[in-house]
């Protein structure tokens, strides 16, 4: 009789449990919707959180990790989506890994992740990104393939965006790549820097917003104008 009434509390309680379960995810499913509606990003990732410690979905981990990384909160969106890779990765979870470790200042690491993306679908802004980290990262030779690539398959509607400023501005991904093209022109040469200046005043020629390229060029210029200085001195 005693194993009898033990085995109805089992079964009672297990049935409480998943119907504790289930309501739990309805409710935050709603939830979710709601928050969605509302454009309540903090919500949406309490939403999220929720559902996922129910039941746990990589998808919705990817996501999360997302919203973290959009909100410029890139040590949680890394600690969501984890620094190792697997080949079974979502596209989305290698695009925000790449995204937190370049704004964390990862640049070895964020260009393992580019070039995985890379890797499974070549794509212009990708070999931008790509570009400008292996720049920053002394790789010469490996930013100049990915500016071929880039300026062969740039079309007038691709524009890139920049943040340096207080107000974002877009120019054309091209102008962006002559702008790389003209960095890594001078970092090679930089004995001959009219060389770089002619790639960046052709950004500048299609972009003349393009506050960046402006600030290379002056920073070129007044190298060259301070080195001109320099040897007219010792004549």
């Given at each position: 009789?005693?194993?009898?009434?033990?085995?109805?509390?089992?079964?009672?309680?297990?049935?409480?449990?998943?119907?504790?379960?289930?309501?739990?995810?309805?409710?935050?499913?709603?939830?979710?919707?709601?928050?969605?509606?509302?454009?309540?990003?903090?919500?949406?990732i309490n939403a999220i959180?929720?559902?996922?410690?129910?039941?746990?979905?990589?998808?919705?981990?990817?996501?999360?990790?997302?919203?973290?990384?959009?909100?410029?909160?890139?040590?949680?969106?890394?600690?969501?989506?984890?620094?190792?890779?697997?080949?079974?990765?979502?596209?989305?979870?290698?695009?925000?890994?790449?995204?937190?470790?370049?704004?964390?200042?990862?640049?070895?690491?964020?260009?393992?992740?580019?070039?995985?993306?890379?890797?499974?679908?070549?794509?212009?802004?990708?070999?931008?990104?790509?570009?400008?980290?292996?720049?920053?990262?002394?790789?010469?030779?490996?930013?100049?393939?990915?500016?071929?690539?880039?300026?062969?398959?740039?079309?007038?509607?691709?524009?890139?965006?920049?943040?340096?400023?207080?107000?974002?501005?877009?120019?054309?991904?091209?102008?962006?790549?002559?702008?790389?093209?003209?960095?890594?022109?001078?970092?090679?040469?930089?004995?001959?820097?009219?060389?770089?200046?002619?790639?960046?005043?052709?950004?500048?020629?299609?972009?003349?917003?393009?506050?960046?390229?402006?600030?290379?060029?002056?920073?070129?210029?007044?190298?060259?104008?301070?080195?001109?200085?320099?040897?007219?001195?010792?004549?």
């Amino acid at each position: 009789m005693k194993q009898i009434i033990i085995a109805l509390t089992l079964i009672f309680t297990l049935g409480v449990s998943a119907q504790t379960k289930s309501d739990l995810l309805k409710h935050y499913e709603a939830y979710y919707k709601e928050m969605k509606l509302q454009g309540d990003t903090q919500g949406i990732i309490n939403a999220i959180t929720h559902l996922n410690v129910l039941e746990p979905s990589s998808s919705r981990k990817d996501t999360l990790a997302f919203l973290y990384a959009n909100g410029n909160q890139h040590m949680q969106a890394m600690r969501t989506i984890g620094i190792d890779t697997n080949d079974s990765d979502s596209d989305l979870a290698v695009q925000v890994r790449a995204m937190s470790l370049k704004a964390l200042g990862q640049t070895k690491r964020a260009i393992t992740q580019f070039e995985i993306l890379y890797k499974r679908t070549p794509n212009t802004f990708i070999a931008y990104e790509l570009a400008d980290l292996k720049i920053q990262s002394g790789d010469k030779e490996g930013a100049s393939s990915n500016i071929a690539y880039g300026l062969a398959n740039a079309t007038p509607e691709m524009m890139y965006a920049f943040y340096e400023r207080q107000q974002p501005y877009e120019v054309p991904i091209k102008a962006a790549f002559l702008h790389l093209k003209g960095l890594v022109q001078y970092n090679t040469d930089q004995a001959n820097p009219d060389a770089a200046l002619a790639f960046i005043d052709e950004a500048l020629a299609m972009a003349p917003n393009f506050n960046l390229a402006g600030l290379s060029k002056q920073a070129i210029e007044a190298r060259k104008t301070q080195e001109t200085t320099t040897v007219e001195e010792k004549k």
